[in-house]
């Protein structure tokens, strides 16, 4: 790989190409919202796969994760203790099922990349529970970045709030650097300490994308070689989000067009 792309090397982007970002940050935002209403009691996960594959050619882009590293898929779809991952296929949903549906498009050469968390009501108490302190882990992720903070500070907010709501942050995945590639620098751990790590700057293109565990932190990959479960099959949870760092803060580019930001959508 060359100097630019090693993993090293973190891209500032001018301004220009935060438009390039807003656009696809902004379909895999539409495709998150489009499925909500599908996702219901007895529908498959390969059926939301499918309406998920059509809506992003019909609108112009292609899905990223289709053949990526031979993942055989247009989305990933990771229910109850599946961590990340999860393979569309025959399982359907049932009443109290919670699940995080994630899709990149590729949208005129960039990459818009987000997950949410979806329910099928009724769900278990503590499943809405970690549900929220998921969502409110990304949110505390997000207001921890701006020009002259570090990573560490970003992963320290997150980490901090999840253990003190006595669940656990995933270390076995983290968010990415983003942009003309899928995933390139930097890391994005979901944990670490105040000061700690890469000094954030403006035009940074990347993904906060915590995990998180209701039991132990600890994952294991199945056979397929992708499905990440909790070893200890406690639930989990995840939100992600694609931003670039601004002079101020950050521009989120996958914000919800329909407002759906947190289960229950309707
Ligand atoms: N969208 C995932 C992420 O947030 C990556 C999925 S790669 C796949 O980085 F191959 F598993 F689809
Ligand atoms: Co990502
Ligand atoms: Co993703």
Redesign the pocket.
């Known amino acids: 790989m060359d100097g630019e792309t090693d993993g090293r090397h973190i891209i500032l982007h001018p301004p220009e190409h935060f438009e390039g970002m807003r656009a696809a940050g902004r379909l895999a935002a539409m495709t998150l919202d489009m499925i909500a209403p599908h996702v219901r009691s007895g529908v498959t996960t390969g059926e939301l796969d499918r309406l998920i594959h059509q809506f992003t050619l019909d609108h112009g882009a292609v899905p990223a ?1 289709l053949n ?2 031979g ?1 055989p898929k247009s989305s ?1 779809i990771s229910i109850n203790h599946v961590v990340c ?1 999860g393979i569309p296929g025959e399982r359907r949903l049932h009443d109290g099922d919670i699940l995080n549906i ?1 899709v ?1 498009s590729i949208l005129d050469g960039w990459f818009g ?1 987000s ?1 949410r968390m979806y329910v099928v009501e009724p769900i278990a108490r503590r499943a809405s529970m970690l549900i929220d302190v998921t969502y409110e882990a990304l949110q505390r992720g997000l207001a921890a970045v701006r020009p002259g903070r570090t990573l560490g500070d970003l992963g320290h907010a997150i980490q901090s709030y999840v253990e003190q709501q006595r669940f656990s942050v995933v270390r076995d995945f983290c968010g ?1 650097g983003v942009g003309q590639r899928f ?1 390139e620098a930097p890391n994005i751990l979901h944990f670490g300490k105040p000061g700690q790590g890469t000094v954030l700057a403006p035009g940074m293109f990347f ?1 906060i ?1 915590p995990m998180v565990n209701a039991g132990r932190p600890d994952v294991k990959i199945l056979e397929d070689g ?1 499905t990440a479960v909790t070893r200890d099959r406690s639930l989990s949870a995840q939100f ?1 989000h694609m931003i670039g760092v601004t002079e101020d803060g950050c521009e989120i580019f996958t914000l919800s067009p329909g407002g759906l930001h947190k289960p229950p959508y309707s």
Do not use: A, K
Request: proline share 0%.
């Open positions: 994760t990526y590293r993942y990933c991952h994630d990149t990349d997950s990415h995933h993904t994308e992708w992600e």
